[in-house]
């Protein structure tokens, strides 16, 4: 069996310009070890990003011992695997050159017996300043790239992220972020491990290609055992004739893998073993997910069509997109990606887009989107740039893609392959400086040269060649009628949320709309003296110009001046929750023409105002919340317009759903004025219209406009829902104070608050004074009459806490206490 050895943990790191070293941990980076060094200051606290750049125009060196036994030098091969450097690094082995590397997202291998000896032995990194780098490349040559961002991030294979984007710091770190080991081989190894499956009538064939590379002519044999959901084991063996082999499971009524949402997530284990007629000499295990995938493109009365269909069965594509989770890769964890993925999932998220600035996720990632269903959209990390396509800059981009698609390519997960964000769109509609050169180029490389290494590494996964894109060449790229789009006329373009519902677009894979992060999140970065939206602090963690008095500009639309920056901030996630609400609900109101909503973005890489549903803590915003309901499996939306509502069953389940819809127009107080119930009967996997209401003549008088409200509520079996409807923009409805009252009352595993109120109370918030907590609802309405009770789970919250210190900390408010 191959020998691992690990090279993880605790290394000596310094400056070049440092005679003291540090402790460092491998995997993580540099600024991760200076922040726990206290050798800088925390970064994300006030404008300390600013100091970062100095810090980043250095060199750094890490380095440490490592003992070596005989039997490990007895292997054939000894091979250094470095499964992650940022970024251009100079590898050394007893003081021996091994290798210079350039490329963040590549696994590096590397022969090193010749270097090792039997005892202690020494393995050094010097790490050049990825700044000096951009910059002294691009004062030769410069590579257009967006405003928010050191100039020349082209130039490296680095997450582009990292010098700065409209939603990031400029913080470059480095280091060796991902595993580091020596594995000695004996014979030969496992070059390549390809599964196929072809799903017939009878059942699925799973083929399992196996291709090894050998040192020494040997008689090789490849045992692949299939285990099952259940544990059921079946075993084949086949001899490697060229070095390659293979074998065929037949399976018999297959446990189908389904997105979140339409079914379960069974998962299939492939253990593949080489072995030589006396030993195992290396083994792998996959886990496979068995399901059809494809995106069906074809000409429909609208357009063409752009639709994920899984297993058959087309699916309304829900989710937002992914950014990297902090700028300091030494802080993550498996733990922090799970809980986001798992907060997605309880919205009802079916798909998450890996946006294609940051870097290619950990195996952590895809193993997690496997087990929860969610559909990954996977851009290559190429974005909003202009790149120099030398041989050798192609060269490794190549080894780049072939690394991360034999590493990802066997998921069920993965959807699409993506080549580049907004690069297409750039070149037909940006003003950035452009050359004939330039424009082939991109068309060699991401229309020709990347989708031949994905046919070739991964031919079941579909390529689309941008994002936004009608399909390449640069032929209206963000068209509304075909392929997907970004739509930013809505926030960019300071038009009204009404603008969504202009376009039927066939999938919105980017459109957002910002908010501020938690007041608890804003305490943590600032001073007492910073806490105003236009103060220094607070604009240096508003990365899109201006965008503060966006925010503002928006609000003065829909909602009164709030009182304070804790309601200024309250004020502005409901504001950022209505926007994204009013364009999901409409496309899903339009199912089968539109088949994707995937809103900008899922999360933030520090503590920022951001476009985020869950802020750099891991708080829900009110966006969140809102998600949890317009992603909801049935959802019953009321689309008005001039008082005339119409209600609309969007059903993305794979039954059909019945059930009942009670609406009531009313007087601020709940003074019933009309009222109703309508059936609506659904079929599966689609979207109607079944009830229209005019209240014109009522709202004809002034007053009533300001003072009713639609209210409603509907059931179909466990599926339920409520709203309101006001028919003037919240600033110029009359509230009244709904004298909110509320009771806490303790269950086995959750505590349960019941609220009522007095008069209509808008978007009422729960939270608790000291402990983060994500509760069953929250910004909600209640109206007179109707208790709304929520719950959060105990084991979400601290042990100590008792009833009485639930009580002590809970908060309560809606709309009316802003003023």
Partial sequence: MAQHRTLNGTWRMKATTDSDWRKGQVPGSVF???????????????????????????????????????????????????????????????????????????????DVKELL????????????????????????????????????????RKAHYMFGWDWGPQIPDSGIWREVELVGYRLARLADVRVHQTHQTQGVKLQVTVTAEEWHTAALRCRVSLTSPQGDVTAQECNLVAREGEVTFFIQQPQLWWPNGYGDQPLYSVQVELRSATEVLEQRVYFVGLRTLVVRREPDAWGESFTFVVNGLPIFAKGANYIPEDNLLGRRSRARTERLLQDAVAAHFNMVRVWGGGFYPDDDFYNLCDHLGLLVWQDFMFACAVYEWTDAFAANVHAEARDNLRRIRHHACLGLLCGN?????????????????????????????????????????????????????????????????????????????????????????????????????????????????????????????????????????????PKDLSNLVYVSQVLQAEAIRYGVEHWRRNLGRCMGSIYWQLNDCWPVASWSSIDSEGRWKALHYFARQFYAPLLISAEDEGGQVRFF??????????????????????????????????????????????????????????????????????????????????????????????????????????????????????????TDAVWSDNYFDVTPGQARVISVMKSTLPEEMDLQEYRRQLRVRSLYDTY
């Fill in 32 to 110: 991760t070890d200076l922040l726990a060094n206290a050798a800088m200051p925390d970064p994300f606290y006030r404008d300390n990003e600013r100091m970062t750049l100095d810090l980043a125009a250095k060199d750094y060196v890490y380095e440490r011992d490592f003992f070596v036994e005989s039997n490990l030098l007895n292997s054939d091969r000894v091979v250094l695997i470095c499964h992650g450097l940022d970024t251009l690094t100079h590898i050394f082995i007893n003081g021996q050159w091994v290798a210079d590397t350039d490329n963040m997202h590549r696994t590096w291998e590397f």
């Fill in 421 to 561: 964000n907004e690069m297409e769109e750039g070149w037909v509609n940006w003003g950035f400086p452009k050359t004939a050169r330039h424009r082939t180029d991109y068309l060699k490389f991401f229309e020709i040269l990347l989708p031949e290494v994905s046919k070739q590494e991964a031919p079941d996964v579909f390529y689309w060649p941008s994002s936004p894109s009608s399909g390449g060449g640069f032929e209206v790229p963000n068209d509304p009628n075909r392929g997907d789009v970004h739509y930013w006329e809505v926030w960019h373009g300071l038009k009204p949320f009404t603008e969504y519902r202009k376009y039927f677009f066939r999938f919105c894979s980017e459109f957002g709309f910002q908010s501020f992060p938690a007041m608890a999140t804003v305490n943590s970065f600032t001073e007492p003296m910073d806490r105003n939206i236009f103060s220094y602090v607070m604009e240096a963690h508003q990365k899109n110009q201006a965008a503060n008095g966006k925010i503002l500009y928006y609000l003065a639309q829909n909602f009164r001046y």
């Fill in 649 to 770: 069953a969007s059903n993305d389940t794979r039954v059909a759903a019945d059930g009942t819809l009670h609406w009531a127009l009313r007087h601020r107080d709940g003074k019933e004025v009309q009222e109703g119930v309508s059936e609506f009967s659904v079929e599966a996997l689609s979207a109607l219209p079944f009830l229209s209401l005019d209240f014109a003549s009522v709202l004809q008088e002034r007053e009533n406009l300001r003072t009713l409200y639609l209210e409603f509520a509907w059931q179909s079996g466990e599926a339920h829902g409520e709203g309101t409807v006001l028919f003037a923009p919240a600033k110029h409805f009359e509230f009244v104070d709904p004298e909110l009252q509320w009771t806490v009352t303790e269950e086995q595993d959750q505590v349960v608050v019941e609220i009522r109120s007095h008069s209509l109370a808008k978007y009422v918030e729960v939270s608790l004074a000291e």
């Fill in 117 to 156: 000896c039997v005892g202690n032995n020494q393995i050094r990194f010097h790490f050049d300043s990825p700044l000096v780098f951009v910059q002294r490349a691009n004062a030769k040559n410069s590579l257009w790239g967006v405003d928010e961002a050191v100039p020349g991030y082209a130039h490296i």
